[in-house]
């Protein structure tokens, strides 16, 4: 089996794991979802869903999202032994988080452009950064991570 094989079973069964959690969260919770699956980028893409009535809205608040998405993460790593970069994506939190973001991008490219001085945002996520520097460059300005763990965040500047 070549390392690429092994990382999407690997990825498979992460997903597996993951999607077990949410439906017994779900379950315990009283809400209704469909899950799907998918494998992306190196990443397990969990999302999920209602068609119709759903009173799913109760846990799609991107930080409430996060939240959960962190506690799936530990319970995959607990059965794995592995780090997981999982997303998860409830209700369109994720479209609504991505939302967010463009709108913190939007605020701090005015002040650069009002004040030239770097913009420092908040700490986020790899996966948040990442969207942001994709942001950033679309608006015509550079973007850097600066700091460690916890404290890494995006830094605004012009070209």
Known sequence: MTEEQNTEVDLEKEGEIAADFIEEFLDLADLDGDLEIELRQERVYLTVSS???SNLGKFSDPDVVQ?????????VQNKTGQM?????DIGGSREAKTEQLRQQVERAVAKLEESDRDQHLK???????????????????????EGAGKDRHVVIRKP
Do not use: C, F, N, W
């Not at 997981?84 to 998860?88: N, P, Q």
């Not at 969207?131 to 550079?142: I, S």
């Open 51 to 53: 068609d119709g009535e």
């Open 67 to 75: 939240s959960l998405q962190e506690i799936t993460r530990l319970a």
């Open 84 to 88: 997981s970069r999982l997303i998860l």
């Open 123 to 145: 700490p986020m996520s790899s996966y948040d950064r990442k969207l942001v520097h994709d942001m950033v460059a679309e608006a015509g300005m550079v973007s850097e991570s």
